[in-house]
């Protein structure tokens, strides 16, 4: 089993930045893919951003730009810089761990942060 604890989120104006951070823990070899995503009220889960073991990274169209995603494999962290935040980014904002190798299943959630942007 893989534990993923978030932390970061908050209360921020527009314009304003934040810090999220998001470590797995547990008995396992390496993890292929760590990302961000959000959910807003009565919407579907959607990416914000996503990097793999070596580097590669991915963003959402709305957050490119603004948003920054970097790991560090030694520490089995993953963060997401945030900057020029926009009420529009409101939601609870999840990590996720997939391709874990060592375990099954090999994919895994976090228990959410709320990221709250007031205009």
């Known amino acids: 089993q893989v534990q993923l604890v978030e932390s970061g989120g908050g209360l921020v104006q527009a314009g304003g930045s934040l810090r999220l951070s998001c470590t797995a823990s547990?008995?396992?070899?390496?993890?292929?893919?760590m990302g961000w995503y959000r959910q807003h009220p009565g919407i579907q889960r959607e990416l914000v951003a996503t990097?793999?073991?070596?580097?590669?990274?991915n963003y959402a169209d709305s957050v490119r730009g603004r948003f920054t995603i970097s790991r560090d494999n030694a520490k089995n962290t993953v963060y997401l810089q945030m900057n020029s935040l926009e009420p529009e980014d409101t939601a609870v904002y999840y990590c996720?761990?997939?391709?874990?190798?060592?375990?099954?299943?090999?994919?895994?959630w976090g228990q959410g942060t709320q990221v709250t942007v007031s205009s």
């Open positions: 547990g008995s396992f070899f390496s993890i292929g893919a």
């Open positions: 996720n761990a997939a391709g874990v190798l060592g375990v099954w299943p090999n994919d895994y």
């Open positions: 990097i793999t073991l070596y580097g590669s990274t």
